[in-house]
């Protein structure tokens, strides 16, 4: 059975640096055609692809957000890192990690996490 | 950058049949997927690849392709299925892999 968990900090501070977790299990990010991905939903939103990141240490991040994400993974813990720098309030919102399946050559979120909800504030 | 249009709303009865479309200039050469989500909840994949429904997933969901828009139909709407659903798909370039639409809230009335 998948299953994905996001931890991190609530709260953050402007110009702060996010740092998330996303500890998973029942799969194995060193499994070919395996991918996790991070993608955040403000408060009454809609959803917002972050990054992704492949068993073959591919990583993908949205175009917008380039410049202040980095995403790692970790395959002996079974963990992804997602960093966001320069945090800003329009950042508030809840972030979650999904498990990424291969069909063919298209990939698709089929396990998702419960979310975590960032607060940007000072 | 690119886009994927959904209308913000679809009301309908129980029973009937609901139908959420999602437009995109690269849905003729991009599958797309569907999410569900209910309040408070994480979104939950209902078909893939513009048809396929995954298991676990009721029949009564299905998706069709045609042209630049897709459409999600919900058959015999029931109370449950009141939810957001949110379509995804990719550019042709590749230099937007994934997006998301803007979610299109149904609402059983």
């Known amino acids: 059975q998948i299953t994905l968990k996001e931890s991190g900090p609530t709260l953050v501070k402007p110009t702060q640096t996010l740092t998330l977790t996303c500890t998973f299990s029942?799969?194995?990010?060193?499994?070919?055609?395996?991918?996790v991905g991070w993608i955040r939903q403000p408060p009454g939103k809609a959803l917002e692809w972050l990054a992704l990141i492949y068993w073959d240490d591919d990583k993908r991040y949205s175009p917008s957000l380039k410049s202040r994400l980095t995403i790692t993974k970790d395959t002996s813990k079974n963990q992804v890192v997602l960093t966001m720098t320069n945090m800003d309030p329009v950042d508030t919102a809840t972030y979650y990690c999904?498990?990424?399946?291969?069909?063919?050559?298209?990939?698709?979120?089929?396990?998702w996490g419960q979310g975590t909800l960032v607060t940007v504030s000072s | 950058s690119y886009e994927l249009t959904q209308p913000p709303s679809v009301s309908v009865s129980p029973g009937q049949t609901a139908r959420i479309t999602c437009s995109g200039d690269a849905l003729p050469k991009q599958y797309a997927y569907w999410y569900q989500q209910k309040p408070g909840q994480a979104p939950v994949l209902v078909i893939y690849?513009?048809?396929e429904r995954p298991s676990g997933i009721p029949e009564r969901f299905s998706g069709s392709s045609s042209g630049t828009t897709v459409t999600l139909t919900i058959s015999g709407v029931q109370a449950e299925d009141e939810a957001d659903y949110y379509c995804q798909s990719a550019d042709s370039s590749g230099t937007y892999p994934l997006v998301f639409g803007g979610g299109t809230k149904l609402t059983v009335l």
């Open positions: 690849k513009d048809s």
């Open positions: 029942g799969f194995s990010l060193s499994t070919s055609g395996v991918g």
């Open positions: 999904a498990h990424r399946r291969r069909s063919g050559s298209y990939y698709y979120f089929d396990y």
